[in-house]
């Protein structure tokens, strides 16, 4: 059979013009193939010098041999300024194994140049992208196998994702979704086993797989191809999604209280010394119990160091100067002429402001209540924490009876880990110079034996009470001696006191330690061992050992795949002597699988299940099925995200209207509101019920202010209150303001609009003021927003803050005016306009002689109202009439006759919130014309008038405030959308 010829080869026998085995366009995309891989690999070189590009993977969390000022190690990542961590190219290569060789020479190419331009560090989804073509290789694709990848037609990635589909799918999903009138005709593929992989991840694949052929294409590797995913694909995946997450929610929420009160009975027998915890099963119960005071990710508090409680603030006492605000160090600047940073190579500053540094100054000083103690022994109450997900550094303040427990799982990490505390703050000294412990620095600078070996590597230098013992210690010891430095080394350097008899006078003698310690003489075969025994000179040894502990405390600090602990090694909490594949002499330090591994059952490394917490204490918890069968006693087990969403359901379920949904959120360092719909597993009655509440009877003894009482009587005449129906204002300017159900309930039926509606009265606070219009009802889509005029808005006087932000946007519209002034007379004298004698003549009309532009400006401005009917520009208008506003504001404002508390409106019932309303009105023929007709029915129909109306006279378009005669007209939307 004659083999499928390479990439180069099919091009070199195009360039021959051989079109017996290949046309042009095969040969052209060969070619770009091979130019998109060459560019690649010399781009990957030039910026990454010193990694190999063909390779099986590239770890960027390797050390560079570069050191920073402190002398700690730099890696690759940092050294390069790259955001990936670990690529293993082995395998997306290992599955297309049965495709082309051009598949896998592209998939290397392409994640190179993800490592080179991506801003992620995991590079998962993007492998997945790229191993979704082994697809192609199923049966019912089609595809040929010696097919090169430039063969890529659209049924192809068509097929792909039918077959992402597929796997999503399972009977469950498909019953449920065919209930919902979703069908999943031509989208399954046959044969493929539908497993019920997760939608999620289908989507991320997806998108990463287009991503990839889009870049193909780019390089002329592949002909025109769809750039994304189908639209029936994208809702297909997107519904599996949305039942999924609701599935998981259901589950999940089910388990959770059951995991947690198994957790709590974990930590409780913790607490009381239970024999049957391991080491590493307390240190994972701390964990979790850190957890469970306030709610954080585990890589937040696997990045804590031993500082991170808040004891005492004296060091915020002072605000900080320039000449304390410390330099940043950031990776080194490479030498010049070169690539690498050499030894000389300077060190990129990055100065932290003195703004910045007296902003967290202020920041910790607001701290400093919560952190200092309040009496004798007070524990600390407050836990700085990392942010995740963009979020920045933060606090988070302990729930008041959680204090206790949490101190008590810091000091219990904080003890379990206090000998690799020592070796790094060693090695932080003396990274050169091997650590030894007082009982054995006799033997540094001397020929050692394999036991002694093992004895350092232990760091015990005990020999033993008796015989027994010292024969068992000197077994562990080589032990430890064997299954690490000694086969490496002994092979070349290892010899006996007959090869070098130079080295009797130096070799130490444990015997003679032994029975000074024990006063017992070792038996004669012990004393004749010295002879048969082979010896490491120190010079070799120490070197080995030095490379073994830089090896592991540059490993140390990462407690995730991705994510690193910063700051001191010898601060860190999680450091960690008990872990047994760790020997003593090197420094130790949980990770994220070490906690994970043991609080719920699963296969680790070596296909061995760790026995769990849970486990070892024989705890069971209750579970339900999901058709809400009846409990069943399984073995328990908790993830370690499960406080994360406990804690936060429990705060949206008991919290009330004392803990809003912002400050949940602030607790747990979220960025975004919309997370915490993915940590609420609230059922949908307890959610439905939760707007049911009673506002607590203590909040109702707040008294209204001046500025509340003037906004009721305002709220009162706009939308036809009772005096005692009372109002709902959920965000006022100085005070928050609760409506009991029962007001709410008699609002309900006083006033038309909320009753029909079925929805609170609400003002919303602005930039300026407040506004009234309801935005929970309909968006705004006053597409000026409150920077501009709006009658909806109300401008609050004496409120120092808004009131000083009116007068600066009064200022930023005058100078606008002034801009659209100069502009006009740079184009007339330019003759950049149509009708030169007409635009001279407006102007002669307006400017007088010597008058400036800002004159004219103002005086634009103040005749506004005279001259809006004559300008055509709608923007030009719109920007006068705000500009016309903010004047009449700031003299309103300035006006000393004018009380403080008075709210200011303007008066105009075409600038608010929906606007498309009065477009609609004019549409109509306008107001005047409506009110015409209104007029001419009532006179037709006298028994429809209405008596004694408080709106017969419309004041017009004027600017006022409630110390007028005005009785609030229908200026705001809803009573217009009422009056319809």
């Given at each position: ?12 026998q ?18 770009a193939?091979?130019?998109f891989?060459?560019?690649t690999?010399?781009?990957?070189t ?56 051009s ?8 994640l ?31 595809w040929?196998?010696?097919?090169p ?45 539908q ?37 029936e ?10 039942l ?28 009381d010394g ?11 119960l ?43 160090e ?54 700085l924490?990392k ?7 933060g606090?988070?303040p ?9 101190n ?12 690799s ?23 540094r ?25 010292y ?25 006996t ?9 130096a ?58 602990y ?14 047994e ?6 420094p ?26 849970f ?5 069971q ?31 949206l379920r ?24 993915a ?18 009877p ?10 509340d ?14 005096a ?20 709410i ?17 609400i ?7 407040v ?23 109300r ?19 005058f ?18 306009v ?14 007088e ?9 103002q ?5 506004f ?6 300008i ?71 028994w ?29 939307q809803d009573?217009?959308e009422?009056?319809?």
């Amino acid at each position: 059979m004659r083999p499928n010829p390479t990439p180069s080869q099919r091009a070199d026998q195009g360039r021959r013009g051989d079109a017996a085995l290949v046309n042009i366009e095969e040969a052209a995309r060969a070619s770009a193939l091979n130019q998109f891989v060459a560019e690649t690999e010399a781009w990957f070189t030039k910026r990454l010098p010193g990694m190999k590009y063909q390779a099986k993977g590239w770890n960027f969390k390797e050390a560079s041999g570069q050191f920073d000022k402190k002398g700690r190690a730099i890696d690759l990542r940092t050294l390069h300024s790259l955001k990936a961590v670990d690529v293993k190219l082995y395998l997306v290569k290992e599955a297309l194994a049965g495709l082309h060789p051009s598949f896998g020479e592209a998939a290397h190419a392409l994640l190179a140049l993800w490592v080179l331009e991506s801003k992620a560090k995991n590079s998962g989804a993007f492998k997945a992208g790229l191993r979704a073509l082994r697809h192609l290789a199923l049966p019912a694709s089609g595809w040929q196998a010696d097919a090169p990848i430039w063969e890529l037609r659209a049924e192809h990635l068509k097929f792909i994702e039918r077959v992402e589909i597929s796997r999503c799918l399972s009977s469950r999903n498909t019953a449920e979704l065919s209930k919902q009138g979703l069908t999943f005709e031509g989208l399954v593929v046959s044969g493929v086993a539908q497993e019920g992989a997760s939608g999620s991840k289908a989507l991320d694949t997806l998108l990463n797989f287009f991503r990839a052929v889009n870049e193909l294409h780019r390089a002329k590797v592949v002909g025109a191809l769809p750039e994304r995913m189908s639209q029936e694909t994208s809702l297909a995946l997107n519904r599996i999604l949305v039942l999924q997450q609701r599935r998981f929610k259901e589950v999940k929420g089910g388990e959770l209280g059951p995991s947690i009160q198994a957790l709590s009975d974990a930590i409780c027998a913790m607490a009381d010394g239970d024999p049957r915890l391991s080491a590493i099963q307390q240190a994972a119960l701390c964990v979790m119990g850190i957890e469970m005071c306030a709610p954080s990710r585990i890589n937040e508090v696997l990045t804590l160091s031993i500082h991170d409680r808040l004891h005492d603030a004296t060091a915020y006492d002072q605000a900080p100067q320039q000449q304390d605000v410390p330099e940043t160090e950031v990776a080194p600047v490479p030498a010049e002429g070169g690539g690498k940073a050499g030894p000389d190579a300077g060190h990129a500053k990055k100065a932290v402001g003195l703004n910045e540094a007296r902003l967290l100054h202020q920041t910790h000083a607001a701290m400093k209540q919560a952190s200092l103690p309040t009496h004798d022994n007070a524990l600390p109450n407050t836990v700085l924490m990392k942010g995740s997900k963009g979020a920045a550094w933060g606090a988070k303040p302990l729930m008041d009876f959680m204090v206790v427990m949490f101190n008590e799982c810091f000091d219990r990490l904080t003890d379990m880990g206090r000998r690799s505390r020592m070796l790094l703050a060693h090695y932080e000294q003396h990274p050169d110079r091997l650590y030894l412990p007082a009982d054995l620095e006799h033997m540094r600078g001397r020929p050692l034996s394999k036991v002694q070996v093992g004895r350092i590597m232990l760091l015990d230098g005990d020999l033993g009470l008796d015989e027994e013992d010292y024969r068992r210690r000197c077994h562990k010891a080589k032990s430890a001696a064997r299954a690490t430095v000694w086969p490496k080394l002994s092979k070349a350097h290892a010899h006996t006191l007959r090869q070098r008899p130079d080295w009797a006078a130096a070799v130490a003698d444990d015997r003679e330690h032994f029975t000074v310690a024990s006063g017992c003489r070792l038996p004669n075969r012990y004393w004749n061992e010295t002879n048969q025994a082979r010896y490491i000179e120190w010079s070799v040894l120490e070197p080995e050992l030095l490379r073994q502990v830089k090896a592991q405390i540059h490993s140390l600090p990462w407690v995730t795949p991705s994510i690193r602990y910063t700051g001191r090694l010898s601060h860190m909490l999680m450091a960690f002597d008990h872990l047994e594949r760790t020997p003593p002499y090197l420094p130790g330090a949980l990770a994220a699988s070490d906690i994970r591994s043991r609080l719920k059952s699963g296969l680790h490394g070596n296909n061995t299940p760790l026995q769990t917490v849970f486990e070892a204490l024989e705890i069971q918890m209750p579970l339900r099925g999901m058709k809400g069968d009846d409990a069943k006693l399984v073995p328990a087990y908790c993830s370690p995200h499960d406080p994360r969403r406990w804690l936060t359901t429990m705060s949206l379920r008991h919290g009330g209207a004392e803990l809003s949904r912002m400050l949940v959120n602030m607790w747990a360092n979220r960025t975004d509101m919309n997370q915490l719909n993915a940590y609420d597993y609230r059922s949908g009655e307890e959610r439905a019920h939760a707007t049911l509440q009673v506002i607590p009877p203590a909040l109702h003894s707040l008294g209204p202010s001046d500025l509340d009482e003037m906004i009721q009587e305002e709220m009162i005449s706009d939308y036809g209150l009772s005096a005692r129906s009372g109002y709902a204002v959920v965000a006022g300017l100085r005070t928050l303001r609760l409506a009991t159900m029962e007001a709410i309930h008699n609002a309900e039926h006083s006033h038309p609009t909320a009753k029909a509606g079925e929805q609170l009265l609400i003002l919303y606070p602005t930039r300026f003021g407040v506004c009234l219009h309801q935005h929970h009802a309909t968006p705004c889509t006053n597409h000026r927003g409150c920077e501009g005029a709006c009658a909806t808005q109300r401008i609050v006087k004496g409120h120092l803050p808004s009131n000083q932000r009116v007068r600066e946007r009064e200022q930023q519209l005058f100078e606008v005016i002034c801009h659209v002034v100069r502009r006009t007379i740079l184009a007339r004298n330019r003759e950049a306009v149509h009708d030169l004698d007409r635009i001279d003549a407006h102007l002669k009309a307006l400017i007088e002689p010597n008058m400036t532009v800002e004159r004219l400006a103002q005086m634009l401005i103040g005749e506004f109202e005279s001259i809006k009917d004559f300008i055509k520009d709608a923007v030009f208008r719109a920007d006068l009439e705000d500009a016309f506003v903010y004047r009449k504001y700031v003299e309103i404002l300035d006006d000393s006759t004018v009380p403080n508390g008075t709210p200011i409106r303007y008066l105009n019932r075409s600038r608010n919130g929906r606007p498309e309303f009065e477009r609609n009105l004019e549409a109509l023929g306008g107001r005047a014309a409506l009110e015409q007709q209104a007029l001419q029915a009532l006179e037709e129909n006298p028994w429809m008038a209405r008596r004694g109306s408080v709106n017969d006279e419309d004041p017009g378009e004027e600017l006022t405030y409630d110390g007028s005669d005005d009785k609030g007209e229908d200026d705001d939307q809803d009573a217009d959308e009422g009056d319809q």
